[in-house]
């Protein structure tokens, strides 16, 4: 039975295409089910954050009839007809394994070394198995995996500097404000990357910290802990005459804030400039809000230019962290050589 890997990211596909395909967590458990059940895998991971969407399974079917039905699963789950192309990749067995390693790893992130995609790794596992939808083969590789990035980050300097979106984005802040101390900040979703932000922020020298959350008591409990004020997700906007920068990474299935109810809001704080930090993937504000006059909006795909420059210092590691990552691999394949082919890459044109 192989072991495919098939997904999108921010390497292939820019985020207009990624949000269309975003697995929200609320939905994780129905969609493996319906994955397994429309598939036939035999044991399936669902990985979705802001920078890539990726299945990791082990089929009953042969490798290219497999990736078939993996590719036709996420068309038919969210609903698109439109051609993928080349945004889509499949790799099968020891190439698979490579690339789950680097993901892991934060090899393949939009910021080299980055920790938050192993806790985003860990948690899609854990939603797998609590669900019983792996098994001997998937628990073996994702165990491995997260060893092989252990490895990395005490072996090597990958990490050094930045090694997150969140701290990239208040990189980005401090860009348009030189200091943080006087200009207040609101962070809108209190979740996992919501909260990194804002830990990020304060650490920088942010001193007014505001936090709305669709959960005004989740909303309360990290104001509380950070030392915020939480406020009311439908009191923010009065807010927003006070706000110099705000960071938004809800899970919105929509814009939370168009161009034109932005454009009124502009008018309250009497067209100061304001930057504001989409995060979100589907993204919460508008793109058209960036031609507005002082409104700085950068998404995350914008935070591509100041994490070149953090790839720029660790160019120096990465051949290190992927002779490594070779070689757990192929010590992987030789542990069990009979459930493993020697690996694949399937083009996305014969999936």
């Given amino acids: 039975m192989p072991f495919l890997v098939i997904g999108l990211s921010h390497r292939s596909s820019p985020v207009t295409v990624r949000e269309r395909f975003a697995f929200s967590e609320a939905a994780l458990p129905e969609a493996l089910e319906k994955l397994r059940h429309d598939t ?69 992130s939009m910021v080299l070394g980055e920790t938050e995609i192993l806790g985003q790794l860990k948690k899609a596992y854990d939603t797998a198995l609590r669900l019983k939808h792996t098994g001997g083969r998937l628990n073996k590789i994702f165990q491995k995996a997260f060893n092989v990035a252990k490895q990395i980050r005490t072996e090597t300097n990958i990490q050094r500097g930045s090694v997150s979106v969140s701290s990239v984005a208040v990189e980005l802040a401090e860009k348009i404000f030189s200091s943080l101390a006087d200009h207040p900040v609101l962070v809108l979703g209190a ?12 650490s920088r020298g942010a001193r007014t910290l505001l936090v709305s959350n669709r959960s005004h008591e989740k909303a309360a409990a990290l104001a509380l802990e ?51 930090v989409d995060i979100a993937v589907p993204r919460d504000i508008d793109p058209e809000a960036k031609c ?5 909006l950068y998404n995350i795909d914008d935070l591509q230019e100041i994490a070149a420059a953090c790839l720029r210092q660790r160019q120096d590691e990465i051949a290190r962290c ?28 014969n999936t």
Avoid at 57 to 67: D, H, K, N, R, Y
């Fill in 40 to 108: 036939g895998a035999a044991e399936a991971v669902i990985l979705s954050t802001c920078n890539r969407v990726e299945i990791y399974a082990v089929m009953e079917s042969p490798e290219q009839e497999a990736a078939a039905q993996l590719r036709q699963f996420l068309m038919d789950y969210h609903q698109s007809r439109e051609p993928l192309n080349d945004a889509l990749y499949c790799h099968a067995d020891c190439r698979g394994l490579e690339h789950l390693f680097q993901v892991a790893c934060g090899l393949d």
């Fill in 191 to 202: 979740g996992e990357a919501g909260e990194k932000t804002a830990r990020a922020l304060l």
């Fill in 226 to 276: 950070l030392g915020g004020r939480a406020i009311r997700f439908e009191d923010w906007a009065a807010e927003f005459p006070g706000i110099d920068i705000v960071i938004s990474s809800t899970a919105a299935p929509h814009y939370i804030l168009d161009r034109a109810r932005l454009e009124a809001l502009m008018k309250a704080r009497k067209n100061r400039p304001i930057l504001m």
């Fill in 292 to 296: 507005l006059e002082n409104v700085y």
């Fill in 322 to 349: 992927e002779s490594l990552i070779r070689d757990k691999a192929r010590a992987l394949l030789l542990s069990a050589p009979a459930r493993f082919a020697a690996g694949s890459n399937l083009a996305a044109g």
